[in-house]
């Protein structure tokens, strides 16, 4: 099971944030803060009017990813509330179950404040210790400049380049990277 205990951990920018696995009682709140990221944010494939998830999709959600021994969920919370959330899970056939594709996402006052570098340490650090995970995979707006230098940052590499992978509502266009750390 891929669950990790409540850890408090101070930001570059001094927030206290709790990181633990969600419970599913956190469902209903994590659902809140999903859509309202949906809604708010330019860099994700899913807005918010195209988001359909119910609480009950979300409690399954849950359970699916703390049974899971190669997956991980995660939330962020800050004065009890929760604020961001990074998840990972490995392939399911047998030949690309060493490796997986990861989401990072927060709500946009947190954007800057050292809440992604966080997160991504945790699932980092996980990674490491899980055998099967060899390899976190994830994909990102190239005009998305502060994720893509966090991400390198954080050791990730550009393995391709989706030439107008995104289209926007008014006709204009982002490349979509493909970006890996090898763990």
Do not use: C
């Not at 009682?25 to 994590?30: G, K, R, T, V, Y």
């Not at 609480?55 to 049974?67: A, G, L, P, S, W």
């Amino acid at each position: 099971m891929a669950i990790l205990p409540l850890k408090s951990v101070v930001s570059s920018h001094g927030l206290v944030i709790s990181i633990a696995t969600p419970k599913v009682e956190d469902a209903s709140e994590l659902l809140d803060v999903a859509r309202r990221i949906m809604s708010e944010s330019k860099h994700l494939l899913t807005t918010g009017d195209e988001f359909k998830f119910t609480v009950e999709m979300q409690e399954k959600r849950i359970r699916d990813f703390t049974e899971h021994p190669d997956g991980l969920l995660l939330i962020a919370k800050v004065n009890g509330k929760i604020v961001g959330m990074t998840d990972f899970k490995v392939g399911g056939r047998r030949r690309v179950a060493h490796h997986g594709m990861l989401g990072l996402s927060f709500l946009p006052e947190f954007t800057g404040k050292g809440l992604g570098r966080l997160l991504m340490n945790e699932l980092i650090a996980w990674a490491k210790e899980n055998p099967r995970v060899e390899t976190l995979r994830l994909q990102v707006h190239a005009k998305n400049v502060s994720a893509v230098k966090l991400y390198e940052s954080l050791g990730f590499q550009v393995e391709g380049r989706e030439i107008r992978g995104i289209k926007f509502d008014d006709g204009s266009y982002d490349d979509v990277l493909t970006m890996a750390l090898f763990v």
